[in-house]
């Protein structure tokens, strides 16, 4: 069956969605498809354009007029599924609900193809407190036009376990994994009585990485013989770093502790950088800051990524593939500090094998994960 896989923007090398865009392509491939991945780039001399794989289906140009077209032309993106015998269109929404959006989809209908449409965080309104006012306004949009958006696609993608999106049924998937992609870890060997936390996100407030902060400042005023090291990889705005309306954000904090020699930003890493901070890490820290965006249940990738290399780890939400794992910590979802001696006991007072939590969830990978969605639409 020949599927076109579309996102509306493009791709990026350091980036864990793209990553994940590619994994779900791949894991179409596995199940025996031939798929179209559709993106949206800016090439060197600053065209914007439409792709299907390595071949430009659009050139909108550039400047100002060719922001607009990108936005409201996809008549590109239906003749290309047309003439390339499309059957299934897989969309991962971008927040984008709008007249044009719900024209494309509806068109991708009349032409006689399936389509679903994947929302990757559910409910996600309030991901976008304190953003601009472009971001806002898109948001508004989206509000006025995603329950028609929702009634033309046939099924609504979800990682949460909600049997119903905006009046559409939904598809419930977990978040998959590449393990092709995601080395083991080795571990590296590091000084006697460290301890090294790793927290790998492009970050906002509800990856809540202040609440370690705050609990690693809390732990030193003990003077403890064991020194923790919390190693942040991806970028940090600075309304993260100094101020924000949702935590006291991290600079106020280490400056109140006196700690920021234990606390260290890399920025975004990938390849092999990348796998020397997860080599030496002995504890990785997922999200702690989902209630404060109003989500229990979710899926999320880093979860997935940190098992799939072999580390134990921590996280608040509800995680229904991790729950009951002996290598996962539960925060509370409040905003308390992390308790640090609490994770210093259970790391310490366990055995962790990284092939052991590797194999416990080789059931997520992509190819099974994609392989529900296509099961739910065909054999439903």
Not at 112 to 140: C, H, Q, W
Not at 201 to 228: C, F, M, S
Request: proline share 3%.
């Amino acid at each position: 069956m020949n599927i076109l896989y579309l996102t509306y923007h493009g791709l990026s090398e350091h980036s864990g969605i793209s990553k994940k865009m590619i994994a779900q392509v791949e894991g179409l491939h596995q199940n025996g498809h031939d798929v179209h991945f559709c993106t949206y780039i800016i090439d060197e001399q600053d065209q914007r354009k439409r792709m299907v794989n390595d071949t430009c289906i659009e050139n909108y140009g550039t400047g100002t007029w060719a922001k607009i077209k990108k936005r409201f032309c996809y008549g590109s993106i239906v003749r290309y599924a047309k003439e390339h015998h499309i059957k299934f269109v897989y969309i991962r929404s971008f927040n984008n609900a709008n007249p044009m959006t719900v024209g494309l989809v509806r068109n991708l209908k009349k032409a006689g193809m399936k389509v679903v449409m994947e929302i990757p965080t559910y409910p996600y309104d309030n991901e976008f407190k304190g953003a601009s006012y472009r971001i806002k306004l898109n948001l508004y949009i989206d509000k006025l036009f995603r329950r028609q958006l929702a009634g033309q696609v046939d099924r609504i993608v979800t990682f949460s376990d909600v049997k119903e999106i905006f009046g559409q049924k939904t598809i419930n998937i977990s978040n998959g994994i590449d393990f092709s992609c995601i080395p083991i870890q080795q571990k590296t060997k590091h000084p006697p009585h460290e301890v090294h936390l790793l927290g790998v996100a492009e970050v906002h407030y509800w990856h809540g990485y202040d609440r370690v902060i705050a609990g690693l400042g809390e732990y030193y005023k003990q003077n403890p013989k064991t020194k923790v090291y919390f190693h942040i990889v991806g970028g940090v705005a600075s309304s993260e770093m100094y101020d924000t309306e949702h935590n006291p954000g991290f600079k106020p904090i280490m400056d109140k502790y006196g700690i920021a020699e234990y606390i260290k930003f890399y920025g975004a890493l990938f390849g092999n950088k990348l796998d020397e901070l997860f080599n030496q890490a002995d504890f990785a820290i997922g999200s702690l800051g989902r209630h404060r965006t109003g989500i229990d249940k979710i899926k999320t990738l880093k979860n997935r990524e940190y098992a799939a290399r072999g580390i134990p780890f921590i996280y608040s939400e509800t995680d229904e593939d991790f729950e009951h794992m002996p290598y996962i910590l539960k925060a509370p979802a409040d905003e308390s500090p992390i308790d640090i001696n609490r994770l210093l006991d259970f790391y310490l007072n366990n055995q962790f094998d990284a092939n052991e939590i590797r194999n416990s969830i080789k059931h997520l990978s992509w190819k099974e994960q994609m392989k529900k969605v296509l099961e739910e639409m065909y054999q439903s």
